[in-house]
Every structure is written in C-alpha cells, then in structure tokens.
C-alpha cells in the first residue's frame, strides 16, 4: 500500500516561493507516475505538475513557475513553486499511480488511486 504525506505548504506573499515534499513510502514496486494537485475551495481538484519515466508535464497556468522532480534515494517528490501568485492559493496534494500516459491523461486525477492528505499553501496579494 503506498503511503504518502505531504509537508511544506504554508503562507507567502505574491512573488514568494515554497517548496513542497511528499514522503512516499510503503510499495513493493515503485508507481510509475506522480503528481501533484490543488484544490481550491468551490473548484475542482486540477494537476500543476506530473512526472513519468524521465518527462515531466505542467499546464500553461504554472509553467515556468513550478518544477516537478523526485530524489529516488530517499524517496520524496518535490514540488518547488517560484512567482507565487493569490490565484495559487489551494490545498495542495501528493498522488501516485501505476499507469502510463500522455500529459492529459497524468494531469487529471482519475488515474491516480493513492493520495497524500495535502498540504495548504496561501498566497497573498
């Protein structure tokens, strides 16, 4: 059963960074893919950042301002966030899956069955 939990979030002002990481534990096998999701209050949860095999995949609204990668060795997923902005304000999680795809498919939530219990992160103006 993989386990993962998020640390990191917390508050800044516009044009901060942060830095997420996720702990991820508890698999015989490694999940192919990962990625971290955001949801706001009233929105639906949408991905910023997936990573599979050597490819990483980020939506226009967070690309060049979020960098996905992992540190295999310790087996933690990051998330680093430059030029922060108060439209980034949202619960942000950690998930895993099995399956491959193209960057649609990874930056949607339906593939992943493992999630972490999110990390808030608030940007002010």
């Known amino acids: 059963q993989v386990q993962l939990v998020e640390s990191g979030g917390g508050s800044v002002q516009a044009g901060g960074s942060l830095r997420l990481s996720c702990a991820v534990s508890g698999y015989t096998y490694r999940p192919y893919s990962m990625a971290w999701f955001r949801q706001a209050p009233g929105k639906e949860r949408e991905g910023v950042a997936a990573?599979?095999?050597?490819?990483?995949f980020y939506p226009d609204s967070v690309k060049g301002r979020f960098t996905i990668s992992q540190d295999s060795a310790q087996n933690t997923l990051y998330l680093q966030m430059n030029s922060l902005k108060p439209e980034d304000t949202a619960m942000y999680y950690c998930a895993a899956t099995y399956s491959r795809g193209s960057s649609g498919y990874l930056l949607a939530p339906r593939p992943y069955g493992y999630w972490g219990q999110g990390t808030q992160v608030t940007v002010s103006s």
């Open positions: 990573q599979a095999g050597g490819s990483a």
